[in-house]
């Protein structure tokens, strides 16, 4: 009876895809969410309060999947979003139609392979090899390959 009521196979840990924190607990090189995107905060000023205001904070983060730039202007003690950010690595074992399929866990799962330079070094290191490793980066409900290396013995 319990078991049609639970899907134990396809579970997950029903974590938040973000959590809230103050403006001012920002710093350089953490994750914000600007504009529903996930960024990396890379620029980051705080204005002195003013006579009758809040201090300011200005922090412009570059999105983790399309590095495309973002801008937010907000009072240092408003909340904001920060994204849970998970980082893995998987084994590359196909390549096909756009996307890569993936070993994960052993489950296989498809990706699409990124464009430009890493999707060209995702390919060639697949086509030499035959097999690679792959990290992955995901948050909000996206993934993508964020890094490629030849696999060695040890892996």
Do not use: W
């Amino acid at each position: 009876m319990e078991s049609d009521l639970f899907d134990y196979e396809h579970a997950s840990s029903g974590a938040a895809s973000f959590y809230p924190a103050q403006c001012s607990s920002l710093k350089k090189g953490g994750y914000v969410i600007i504009k529903n995107r996930p960024c990396k905060v890379v620029e980051l000023s705080t204005s002195a309060p003013g006579k009758h205001g809040h201090a300011k904070v200005n922090y412009v983060g570059l999105d983790i999947f399309t590095r495309r730039k973002y801008m937010q202007f907000a009072p240092s003690n408003s909340m904001i979003q920060v994204p849970n950010v998970k980082k893995g690595n998987a084994q590359l074992i196909g390549i096909g139609d756009g996307f890569a399929h993936l070993l994960i866990n052993g489950i296989v799962s498809s990706i699409r392979v990124p464009e430009g330079r890493l999707g060209d070094e995702v390919r060639d290191i697949f086509d030499e090899d035959g097999e690679a490793l792959v990290t992955i980066l995901s948050a909000l409900d996206e993934e993508a390959i964020v890094g490629v290396r030849a696999c060695t013995v040890d892996d």
